[in-house]
């Protein structure tokens, strides 16, 4: 379980590196803009505003632990499979090849 939650440990940990994930799909996503379909091109948008909007609240996050004597975040027991999944759903949906007309 401790590898599970590995990765947004270290998210947590330095503040703007949580923006790298929305921003590699971002970049991603605006390189293969015109080759998606309508649903494929809404799934990537939706992922990559989610992690965006994630790296904006860890860094948020960060600067709050700091003015706490014992902070616990539980919001990452929910989040991260959330994360997860709109990772998975996002680079999926920039690496489908387009349906043929």
């Given amino acids: 379980m401790e590898l599970f ?10 503040p703007g590196l949580a923006l ?17 379909g309508a649903w494929p091109r809404r799934l990537a948008v939706g992922a990559t505003l ?3 909007a994630y790296g904006v609240y860890e860094t ?3 600067f709050w632990m700091k003015s706490v004597i ?5 919001d990452l027991l929910l989040l991260t499979p ?9 680079v999926m949906a920039l690496i ?3 349906a043929d007309p």
């Fill in 20 to 36: 790298l994930p929305g921003l590699a799909l971002a970049a991603a996503l605006r390189l293969r803009w015109a080759g998606l």
């Fill in 96 to 98: 489908r090849r387009p």
């Fill in 60 to 62: 948020y996050m960060y």
């Fill in 5 to 14: 939650f590995l990765p947004v440990v270290a998210l947590a940990t330095v």
């Fill in 70 to 74: 014992a902070p616990i975040r539980v």
């Fill in 82 to 90: 959330f994360l997860y999944l709109a990772a998975v759903v996002g």
């Fill in 50 to 52: 989610f992690w965006l």
